[in-house]
C-alpha cells in the first residue's frame, strides 16, 4: 500500500508461502491440460475456481471460465432454470475473489460479461458495489462497475447523482 512501512514476516509465513507456491503450481498444471484440451467438466470448472480463489490475477483462468460457461450455456440453453443456475455461481465465485483482491482486473470484467449474459439483479449489483466502496472508496474498479451497472438500467443522470449522494 502507499506510503505504508512494510511490516516484518511472521514467523513461518515463509513456510506457508512455499506451501501455497506448490499448491498453485499443481493447479495450474492440472489447469492446462484442461485448458488445451477444451474440457469442460464440473471437476474442472471447479479446478479453476480454486485456481483463482488463490490467485485472481489468473488472466487465463478468467477466459477459460468463459469458454466453459459458454460451452455448458450452449448445451443447457432450453433449461433456463440450469442457465440462471450457472450465471449464479460464475457471480459467487467472482464476488469470492474480489473479497480476495478487490481490485483484480480479470474478476471486475468476468462479473462483466456475466451481467451482459442478461443475469443477475441491478439490486444484488448495487449492494455489493456499496461493501466494495465503503472498504475502499478510491477502487476506480469498483466506480467504474458503477458506470457499467447504471448504463444497463438506463438510470438517468440525475437519478445517479441522488444515488450518489
Known sequence: ????????DKPGKEAASAAKVVKLRSFQSQFMSNHHHKIYTKEAIDLSTKLLEINPEAYTAWNYRQLAVEDTLSREESNPHLVKSILDEELKVVESTLRQNFK????????KWVLSKGHSSVGNELRLLDKFQSLYSRNFHAWNYLRFVVELI????????????
Request: hydrophobic share 20%; charged share 35%.
Open 104 to 111: 483484480s482486473y480479470g474478476a471486475w470484467h468476468h462479473r
Open 1 to 8: 500500500m502507499h506510503g505504508r512501512p512494510k511490516k516484518a
Open 154 to 165: 438506463n438510470r438517468s443522470e440525475q437519478d445517479e447523482l441522488k444515488y450518489l449522494r
